[in-house]
C-alpha cells in the first residue's frame, strides 16, 4: 500500500460558499467544515504509530469524508444523474432517497436525473426513459426493497454514456453498485478526463458480501445477516424437529464468507459455517462428512451454514474428472452438499432427514433495517459532500466507523476477505465448535475414493 | 354426506363431576356447559334451511366444541400422551404448550408425557426416551417455530403402540398431524377398541395447506400466507429491479392452492396464481406462456406465484413421452416453470430476467403469529375439554368461526380444495386479472410443438 | 331483532350488465352472481333451526355480498368519492387501495376523487383539496399505516355535505369510518332521498375494538392484538425482571374489551384481564388488589391487562366523592389503577415494582398485518359490488366467516360487547386463572374504606 | 486523559496454558493470542499522529481484547456467579447465555451460578435463591428479551457481597449493569483487595443510552434505536393522518441523546429533535413553538422527538418560580411539552391535533436485533478471555470496532454526549432541517411573558 494512491482526485475549487449553516447566529453549534489534513490512520493499533515514529514513515491515511466550506459546483445551475447497477440489495431506495433529499434541501439543487435498468438507461438505443426525481417522488421508497429506478447486470460502451452526459448536461453521476459498476464509474471518468469535461463521477460502494477492498461495512449488509439470523433459528427448528435432523442453509457470500460468519455470531446455534476462504475436504479421517457424522452421533442433529462461494474446488476440472459418480451436473455447493450427504449417509444406513434452505432473493429485495438506513443516508449525504466540493473518481467508504472518500481504483484492485488467522474465524470456531480445519493432512482429499 | 357420519364416538360417562367452575359465587358469571343438543349446521344458507324445512329433512350438523359438566376420566387418575408427527407447521408448539397448560392448570392432571419423533417414539425399538411435560417446561415454548418433542414421517406398527400405551397406563393420547397421522390416530382407536380398553384418541388436525375437510381453517396456515405475504412482496421488489423482470414464487400446496390463494389476496401485487385445482397449457394461444409474454410487453414485469402441486400433469407419463426436449428430470413445478420460462423467452430473444425463489423451510419452520397462536390455544383447550368428557376417534375442528368435534373419519375421507367456480377464486381473479383459463379449447396442449 | 331491518335499500337496476367475466370461454370456470336468495343465517344452531321449523317462522337473514349480474351505475358514466374519518386503524390504506384498483380495474371507472381529513373535506369552508385518486397513486399505500386521505373526528353539516356531492356529481360515496360516522353516512343518505338524488352511500366499517353490532369482524382488529401480543410478552420480560414485578398494560376498548380478550389469549403470559363488560371492585376480600397481592406471594410477578374502558365506574360522580383521597384527577383508567396499586402496596411495605404501559397510537398508526390486508382487499371489493349494483346506506359486514350486506342503521343501535357469561369470557378466565368476578358479595365496594 | 488510567490491573499469571486451540494440526490457521502491546490508539486521526511525532509524546492507547495464552484460573477450580442490575436493555439474555456458552464448552468450567435480582441476590437478608446456569438452561434465552435473573435498581451493602463471594468460593464475578453497577464493582473489588483475595470482578457495561465514557457503542442500543425507528414512522402517520398533525415521540436519553439523534438518521422523517445536550426556549422570536408554528403553516404536519432528560432546565426551582401558570406538576418533558403545545396553539385558536407516544417499557424489554445479538455474544466472549487471564476491575468496551479492555475507573468519571460542534449533530440537523439553534438571542426565554 502506497500514500499516494489514497489522494482523491479533484475538479478544482469555484470557491462556491456552501449553502449549509453559513450564517449560523453566534452562538449557535459551529460545525467544522472538512479541512485537507483531515485524515483517518489505516492503521490504528500502538504498535503502528511506534513503527511510523521510528522509522520516519508518514503512515497510510484515507481522506475524511465530510461537508466542504467550497463548492466546485454552483447550486442553481448543477444537474445530477442517479443510476443504480447490479442485483438488488437492501438499503438502494434509501441511497436515492438521501441523495434526492440532501441535493435538494440541503444544496438547492432541484434538477436531479434518474436513468433506469443500470447503465443500460444511459444508452439510448435500449430506449429506457429517464425518470425526474423529487422530494416527494422518493418520499416513502425507503419503507420497501429494491431499487425504484431498476437495475441490469454488464458493461455499457462508456463513450456512448459520457455522450449521454455531455447531451444531457449533466454535471455530477452517482453511480450505485459493486465492483463491476465502479470499474464503469472509473472507465467513465476516464472517458470524461479525455474529454476534458468537469463532470464528476462518484461510486456508491454497493455489495451485500461486504467484500470492498479498505471500505468496513457496505449498506445492505447488516440487514443481510440479521435476515439469515432469523432463517438460522428456523433451520435450528428443522434440525431439532427430526431424528438426526439435518438443516443446510446456503447463503450469499461468492468471494467471502461474511454474512455467514456475522449470521452464525449473531444467533450462535451454528454448528459448521463453510465459506469460500477455507478450504475443505469431504471424505477422509478430517473430511467435514466424518465431522458431521460424530456431531449426530453426539447431538442428534445439525445446522450447516454455507456461503455460495465455499468448496469452488470441488467443481475444478480435475477434481470432476477424478470424482467417482463422474456426472456434477451442480456447480451450485449447496445443492451439492446436500447430493454428497445424502449419498453418503444412505449409504452408511444412518437414519437422518436433511432439509436445504436458499434463501437468496428473499434477502436481497428486502427492505434495509434502521441500523443499514442509517448508514446509507450518511453515506448518500457524504458522497453529495465530496461531489459538490469537486471530488471525482472516488467512493464513499468508512473505516474505524467514520466516513471516508477513497478513489476508486484504490477499492477495486483486490477484495475483502475473512483472514483465517484473524479474529473473526477464531471467534466462528468458538461461536461453532466445529474442527479449526476439515482438510487431510497428506492433501486434499475431496473426492470420494472407491 | 350422512348425518351419522358425524357423531362422536364415547367411552361413556362417569359423572366426574369438571372441576372447571364448579362453585362460582352466586353472582360469577356463568358458562353454560356443552349440552348433547349443542351443534353447528354444515349449511347456514337460508336456502338451505328452507330446503331442510321443505323435505322434513334434518340438516346437516357438526357437534360443538366446549367443556363438558360430567367426564369420563378422574383428573388425579389421568395420565396423558402427547405426539407430533409429519413436516413442521407454525403453532406446533403452542398447541403442546396449551394442552400442557390445560390439563394442568385447568383439570389438575400433573402426568403429562410427550413421545419423541412422532409414532416412533411409541415404538420401542427406535429407543427415543419419553418426554415428562411440566408448564415450566413448557414456559417459553411458544416463542419459537418448529416442535420440541420432534416428529418423523411414516406409519408405524399399530398394535406396538397401543402396547406402549397400555404399559405406560396412558389414558388419553393427543396425536397432533396431518392426514397420514389422523388415520394412523383411527387406527390405534380401532385397536384400542378390540382390545376393549378405556383410552381416549384425539387428533389435533395440522395441514399447513389448509386442507382438510370440514375443518374451516387449521393451524399455521395463517402464519404461513402472511410469510408469503412479504416474500411475494420482496418477488415484486426483483421484478420491478429489472427490465421485463419476472420474479416466480413457489409456495407450499401440494394438493391445494389456499397459501398460494390467500397470500395473494394479502398482498394484491401477484400477476398469476398457479394452482392444483386449475390445469394450464404452457403454449398455444391461451397458454400461459402467451399470456406472461403479453404481460410483459405491457408492464415489464410480473410476479408468478405457483403452489408446489400446480402442473403435475406436466409430469404425467404420456405428456412426458410427448414432450419435444424429452428428458425432463424434475418433476418440480416450480424449476420446471423456471426452465419453460427461460427456455422460451429465450427462444424468442426476449430481454428478461427470471428470479427463482423457494421458501419452503422458512415458512414451515416459523414461529406462530397472534391468531394463530390465539387459535391452537383454543384448539387444545377444546380438545382436552372433549378428552376429559370421554370423546374418541375424533378430532377439533371449526366451522362458521366456532371450534367443533368431528369423528376422525369424517375428516379424512377426502381433501378440501379451492372451487374454480367458487368465490375464492374469483375474488383471485379480481386481484390478478390473469385470464379466467389459461387452456387451449381444443384440448391439453401443454406440450410444446416443433 | 327483526327480519324487515336487514333488507338493504336499493337505488333500483338500470339492468347494466356487469363487464366482470361476460364472456367467459364455455369451458371457463362461472361465478355464480349473487341472487335476491343469496341469505345467511344469523344463528347457525341446530336448536335454532328447530325452532322456526316448529314455530314456521323465518329465521332471521343478512344479505350474502358478491358481484351483480346488473348493475345500477354505468361505469363510464360513474364518479366515485372516498372519505376516511375518526382515528386511525391498520388497514386503512388497504381499503383506499383495494376500492381505487377494483373501481378501475374491474369495473373501468377512472374518475375517483377522496376527500382529504374525513368529513371536513366535504365542507368548503375548510377549504382542502380533493385529491384525484389512481391506481398508481394508491399502487404502494397499503406499505405502511395511516390514511393517506387524512382524517377527522366529529360531525358535519349534512345539507352542505350533499351539496358537494351533487355540484362535484358523485355518484358513489365510500364513507370509511366508525359509529360516528355511519351515522354520518346515514344522515347523508337520508338527505340524498330528501332531494331525491340517485347516489349511493356505501359505508365500511371500522372500528378498531371490533364492537360493531352483528358485524363478526371489522379490518385493523387483528392487527391490533397482533401488535398488543409483542407487547404483552415485553410486559411479561418486565414482570419477571424484577422482584414482585408488576406489568400493567393498557390496551384500546372503549366499550368492549375484545382487543384485550385476544391479546390475552394469544400469548398466554396475562394474569388479569379488566374489560369494560365486568366491573371489578379495587378494595375487599374480593377484590382485585387482594387477589393480585396473592398473585404476587405466590408467583412474584403478574402481567395485567387493562381495556381503557374498563373500571369507569371509580370515576362516577358518587364513587368519586366517597374516595377518600378526595382528588382524583385523571380519569383515565391505566393511570388510576397504578396509582391505587402503588398506593396500597407501599402502604402494606410491600418490596415491588410497577411498571406502566400505554403503546395507544403505536397500534392504531401501524400498517395491517396479512389477514388483515386480505380482509380489507375483500370488504372494498365487495363494496364497490354492492354499490355498483345500487344498493345504498348500506355496510359491508361479515357473518359465519361470509362477507354481508346490512343497512346502516341494523349496525349502529348498540355495540357488540363480551358476554359474561359466553364462551370467549370463559377462555379468559381458563387462559389467565384469575377469578371469576372480584367483586364483594355485598355490593361495590370500590372505594377504600379508613 | 493521562494513559496511566488506561491500565488494566491483573491478578497475576499462574501459566496456566489456554485450553483454546493449543494443539491445532500445523496447517490449522492460528491465531495469535493477544500480547502485551496489542494497544489500540484513542486519536486515530493523521492530525493525532503527527502531534504525538512532533512532541515526542506516547498517545494514548487502550487494551486489545482477546484470548490470552496464559491464564490466571484453572478451568477445573474456577468458580463463576453472574449479576444483571438497573434497568432492562435488549440483549441481557444474550450475554448471560453467551458467558455460559464460553465458560462452558471454551474454557471447560461448569459452575456458573446466578445472583438473582441484581445485586440483591448477594444479600443474603433478602433470601433470593442463587441459580445453577447451564447451557441447556440457557439455550434459548436469547430469543426473548428482559434477563432471566432479574434485576434491581440500587447499592448493596460491599461488605456482605464480598461475603457472600468468600462464602460460595466464585473466583470470577460478572456484573452486567450501567454507571452504578460499574461503581458497586468496582467497590467490590476495592474490598476484595483489601482483603488480598484473588477474585476477578469483571464489568459488562449496559446502558441502553450508549453513554458511557469511551465506549463507543453499548449492547441494546442499536435494537433500541430500530424500534423507535418504527415508532417513528407510525408517529409520522398520525401526523399526516390529520390536518396540522402533530406527534410528539418521548424517546429515553437522560443525559443524551443518541437514541433520538439515530433514529431520527434511519428514519429520515423527524422535523425536529430536542436532546439533553441542547438548551432551547419554548417562546420568543427564535423559540422552539414558534419555529412548529411555522412548520404546520408551511407543511400542515410535524414529527417531534424529544429525549427524556432534555428541556430539564424547565424544571429549575427559579425557572419554575417564573412560570406563568404557576404549577407544574409533570417533570416529565413529554407530558410538559404536550401541555404546553396544547395550550399555545389553543390560544392561538389554530387548528390542530397531537398525539403523544411513550414507548418506554415497549423498547427496553424487546430482545435483541441481530448485529446487537452478535456484539453481546463477542462482547461476553471477551470478558471470558480477560477475566480468565486475570484481569480485575475491568469492563469490556470497544474503540474503532475493536474490542478493549478498560479500568472500571476510567469509564465512570463522565459520560458520553453528543457535542453540539460535532458530525452527529450537524446530520441530524442536514436530516430534520431543524434551525441550528432554538434560543432566543439576549438570554433563555423558556417562560412565556405575559
Known amino acids: 500500500m502506497k500514500q499516494e494512491d489514497f489522494y482523491v482526485k479533484t475538479l478544482g475549487s469555484n470557491n462556491v460558499k456552501s449553502p449549509l449553516l453559513q450564517t449560523p447566529r453566534a452562538d449557535s453549534p459551529t460545525y467544522r467544515f472538512i479541512t485537507e489534513t483531515d485524515r483517518i490512520l489505516y492503521d490504528n493499533s500502538l504498535d503502528g504509530h511506534k513503527k511510523c515514529k521510528e522509522t520516519g514513515e508518514e503512515p497510510i491515511s484515507f481522506e475524511k469524508a465530510g461537508p466542504h466550506d467550497n463548492l466546485f459546483f454552483e447550486p442553481a445551475k448543477t444537474k445530477v444523474g442517479i443510476v443504480t447497477c447490479g442485483g438488488l440489495c437492501p438499503g438502494l431506495n434509501n441511497v436515492i432517497r438521501s441523495l434526492v433529499n440532501q441535493l435538494n434541501y440541503r444544496y438547492g439543487i432541484s434538477r436531479i436525473l ?185 447431538r442428534h442433529h445439525a445446522v450447516i451454514v454455507v456461503a455460495e462461494g465455499a468448496g469452488q474446488h470441488f467443481f475444478d476440472e480435475e477434481t470432476l474428472k477424478k470424482d467417482a459418480s463422474g456426472n456434477i451436473k451442480n456447480k451450485d455447493i449447496g445443492m451439492y452438499l446436500k447430493e454428497k450427504i445424502n449419498e453418503e449417509f444412505k449409504a452408511k444406513d444412518l437414519s437422518f432427514s436433511l432439509k436445504y434452505i436458499d434463501p437468496s432473493y428473499i434477502i436481497r429485495s428486502a427492505p434495509a433495517n434502521a441500523n443499514d438506513s442509517k448508514f446509507c443516508s450518511l453515506l448518500a449525504q457524504n458522497a453529495v459532500h465530496a461531489a459538490m466540493a469537486g471530488r471525482t473518481d472516488f467512493v464513499v467508504g468508512n473505516w474505524s466507523d467514520q466516513f471516508t472518500v477513497l478513489p476508486i481504483p484504490a477499492t477495486i484492485t483486490k477484495r475483502k476477505k475473512i483472514d483465517p488467522n484473524g479474529e473473526l474465524w477464531w471467534n466462528i470456531m468458538e461461536a461453532t465448535g466445529q474442527p479449526s480445519r476439515m482438510v487431510n493432512p497428506e492433501g486434499f482429499e475431496s473426492i470420494k475414493k472407491e
Not at 435498468?117 to 430506449?127: P, R
Not at 422518493?138 to 429494491?146: A, E, K
Not at 462508456?158 to 465502479?182: A, H, K, R
Not at 471518468?189 to 479498505?214: C, F, M, Q, W, Y
Request: glycine letters at 10%; aromatic letters at 10%; a negative charge.
Open 114 to 298: 434518474g436513468f433506469q435498468y443500470g447503465y443500460e438507461g444511459m444508452i439510448s438505443k435500449y430506449n429506457h426513459s429517464v425518470v425526474e426525481l423529487t422530494p416527494k417522488m422518493v418520499d416513502t421508497i425507503h419503507l420497501f426493497g429494491g431499487t425504484i429506478l431498476g437495475s441490469s447486470r454488464g458493461d455499457q460502451d462508456v463513450s456512448q454514456m459520457v455522450d449521454t452526459l455531455e447531451i444531457m448536461n449533466i454535471n455530477i453521476l452517482f453511480c450505485i453498485g459493486g465492483d463491476g459498476t465502479l470499474r464503469g464509474a472509473h472507465a467513465i471518468h476516464e472517458e470524461i478526463e479525455k474529454r476534458k469535461l468537469k463532470i464528476s463521477v462518484a461510486g456508491i460502494p454497493k455489495t451485500i458480501d461486504n467484500d470492498i477492498n479498505l471500505i468496513e461495512k457496505s449498506f445492505g449488509f447488516e440487514t443481510a445477516f440479521t435476515i439469515a439470523n432469523d432463517f438460522i433459528r428456523f433451520a435450528h427448528n428443522e434440525a431439532q424437529g427430526a431424528y438426526n435432523g439435518i438443516a443446510l442453509l446456503k447463503l450469499m457470500g461468492r468471494d467471502s464468507g461474511f454474512i455467514a460468519a456475522y449470521a452464525t455470531l449473531s444467533i450462535q446455534e451454528v454448528n459448521y459455517v463453510l465459506i469460500p476462504e477455507m478450504k475443505f475436504d469431504l471424505y477422509g479421517p478430517y473430511g467435514f462428512l466424518k465431522s458431521l457424522q460424530k456431531r449426530l452421533e453426539e
